[in-house]
């Protein structure tokens, strides 16, 4: 029986899994994933591919923020620039699917570059505030640049074809989604076991005392700018073939903030936690929906206060989580995974 | 005098007026900057609260204006005091990034109490002030502006005089200097804590009142609006009331004739952005503002 994590070296330190059994879960739940588009009716997979989406974002902010502690409030406008850059690569150059959602990406990580500029000056606080600004100036360009976007009246993504099979429905986006989730989750996991990992980390900790141990601050902190806006420019590219229409509309300031929120409720500088967060983000208003419908029959008036019933319950579980559980869902899911390896003889 | 003078003296005094608002909101930022180093990113929803409250107790209950505007105020002292204690002491010494978005949580959760009970359309605003403009030389004003003016300088001499003379004003002052030596003095830190989101939350009130006023109704985005006071306070440095007040009307009038000037050529919205512009590129000038104070680190 495992009684404790000993570690003697630093190979078993870095190691991704301690045991087995982990990788036999997450084999099975591969599987799960690859047949569950044949069982889940349309709405769920809709979620879903929400989820999907959300994760990848997520990871991608939580590395800049989580683990390079660099406070952005911009993930809306990587998201918003990666989906219209795809969307317009697509439709205006003919461009296909699987050049142009990468190269949407890479859009991203270049605004990303230029957001990441003021990090070299300013730190905390004032990076926030700098990349708010960065956000609003971003969504004006997108809502008047009309020729390229179409601003508010809104454009169309038409769905690319893969061998033949044309992308429209749920489930076929859901493989896609589902296929950069998966090697995107893996890059970042592993992006921790490197020096590049280990120099963000070390820039979180103290900047001060990594750029005296050799850590580059100009390097560094702009790799994690275009890390991370690379992620939000994917997860942008897969949100233009999900909805397949693009309005400025779906990237408010409220969006960068949930993204926040995802990585405070998930587990700052956890990969896990980034997938709990999105998780349990794009599942609340869900779960707040079905309860109002099932009480509509008790309170018919319930279904029109969703919409404020969110804001609220997403208010608190934030301010909940940062008073009582600052590391988040990632952490509840270490100690219960601990009691039950540990369980009956717990020290 | 010419037609263009005169449009750019319109948008200016329109700027002044609105800028004058800013100032109230950005003081009440400074305040809590000040004493506590909480970064308030709610500042919109403050507002919004306020001038929600003000409608409710005006025309929705339709209390005489000398009972409704103490009771709004009680209320908004009341919001203060419950978001101090209950949600930002206990994360006194947390990483920014926790309370930047303990600030946001409680901002959505004012919202969505807001919306739950009043809903989100629009409301109009009681009509306070007479419709018809006066000339001041050859410029017409509107008298809503005007007033709203004068009750923001009013608002913010009160308070310039509050932090010079009173014995409060001063602990405030004192505790925002150097928070173990106002300790050592016998100053109740807790308390002004308190006190200063308290009359954060009196300012943004009196703000949202105003606002509301001049816009003729309120909305859900009055918060936008709300968010202008970053740019406001990044000009002035996040920790100098004086720079509060100047950078308010500053950037009251740089959005007024920003948007005058370039909406017909860009089209339309430039008053939105142009703040954000401007905080950029203060930012990367002068991190602290014009009258902020350094911060320097020393290993």
Not at chain 2, 135 to 149: A, C, D, E, I, R
Request: proline residues 5%; contains cysteine.
């Amino acid at each position: 029986m495992k009684c404790g994590g000993f570690r003697v070296s630093y190979r078993s330190d870095e190691r991704i899994f301690d045991t087995p059994v982990p990788i036999v879960g997450l084999v099975l739940l591969l599987i799960v994933l690859a047949v569950l588009p044949r069982f889940a009716g349309t709405y769920w997979l809709d979620v879903l591919n929400r989820i999907g989406i959300a994760i990848i974002g997520a990871i991608g902010l939580n590395i800049l923020v989580g683990y390079t502690g660099q406070i952005s409030i911009g993930q809306a406008a990587f998201l918003a620039v990666g989906a219209y850059s795809t969307a317009i690569f697509e439709v205006n150059l003919g461009v296909p699917f699987y050049l142009a959602i990468p190269l949407g990406a890479l859009t991203a990580s270049g605004v990303g570059l230029i957001f990441g500029i003021p990090s070299l000056r300013l730190k905390g606080l004032y990076l926030a505030i700098a990349t708010l600004s960065a956000h609003f100036i971003t969504t004006y360009v997108i809502i008047h640049w009309e020729s390229m976007t179409k601003g508010v009246i809104g454009l169309m993504v038409p769905p690319p074809t893969v061998f033949g099979l044309p992308l429209d429905s749920d489930a076929r986006v859901f493989y896609l989604i589902y296929a950069l989730v998966v090697p995107a989750t893996l890059f970042a996991k592993n992006l921790f076991r490197t020096k590049v990992g280990r120099a963000f980390i070390a820039i979180r900790d103290r900047d001060v005392a990594a750029s005296v141990m050799g850590v580059s601050l100009l390097r560094y902190k702009l790799l994690a700018f275009v890390i991370s806006s690379f992620y939000a420019g994917l997860a942008g590219g897969l949100m233009a073939h999900h909805s397949r229409i693009l309005f400025p509309d779906a990237f408010t300031l409220l969006v960068a903030i949930d993204y926040l929120a995802m990585i405070i409720i998930g587990g700052m500088g956890s990969i896990l936690g980034s997938i709990l967060g999105a998780v349990f983000m794009t599942l609340l208003p869900e779960v707040l929906k079905l309860t109002a419908t099932s009480l509509t029959s008790v309170y018919p008036q319930g279904f029109g206060l969703i919409a404020s019933a969110r804001d609220i319950v997403f208010g608190l579980a934030v301010i909940f989580f940062l008073m009582y559980e600052p590391q988040g869902l990632a952490r509840i899911w270490v100690r219960v995974r601990s009691f039950w390896q540990l369980w009956p003889y717990a020290y | 005098m010419n037609e263009h003078l005169v449009f750019m003296l319109q948008l200016v005094i329109t700027g002044i007026a609105v800028g004058g608002v800013y100032s109230l909101m950005a003081l009440g930022f400074v305040l809590i900057f000040k004493a506590s180093s909480v970064v308030n990113f709610g500042p919109g929803e403050l507002v919004l609260f306020g001038a929600y409250v003000a409608w409710a107790t005006i025309l929705n209950m339709k209390l005489p204006l000398y009972v409704a505007l103490p009771l709004t105020l009680g209320v908004a002292i009341l919001l203060g005091l419950v978001i101090e204690r209950g949600v930002l002491r206990p994360l006194i010494g947390e990483p920014t990034i926790s309370v930047i978005m303990v600030t946001f949580g409680f901002a959505s959760v004012i919202r969505g109490f807001l919306n739950m009970t009043w809903g989100s359309d629009t409301r109009p605003f009681p009509v306070l002030f007479s419709q018809q403009p006066f000339h001041l030389g050859p410029v017409p004003v509107s008298p809503v502006h005007l007033w709203s003016f004068v009750g923001t300088l009013a608002l913010l001499t009160a308070f310039t005089l509050f932090f010079r003379l009173s014995l409060t004003g001063m602990a405030m002052r004192a505790t925002a200097d150097n928070q173990q030596v106002a300790l050592s003095l016998g100053v109740s830190v807790k308390w002004i804590f308190a006190l200063s989101w308290c009359i954060a939350t009196v300012v943004s009130t009196l703000g949202g009142i105003i606002l509301g006023s001049v816009r003729g109704g309120v909305d859900f985005s009055l918060a936008d609006l709300g968010l202008k006071v970053f740019p406001v306070v990044i000009l002035g440095g996040l920790d100098s009331v004086a720079g509060a007040i100047i950078g308010g009307v500053l950037i009251g009038v740089l959005e007024n004739l920003s948007g005058g000037y370039l909406d017909p050529i860009l089209g339309g919205g430039v008053k939105e952005v142009a703040p954000f512009v401007a905080l950029v590129m203060i930012l990367m000038v002068r991190p602290y503002g014009f009258f902020g104070k350094r911060e320097i680190e020393r290993v």
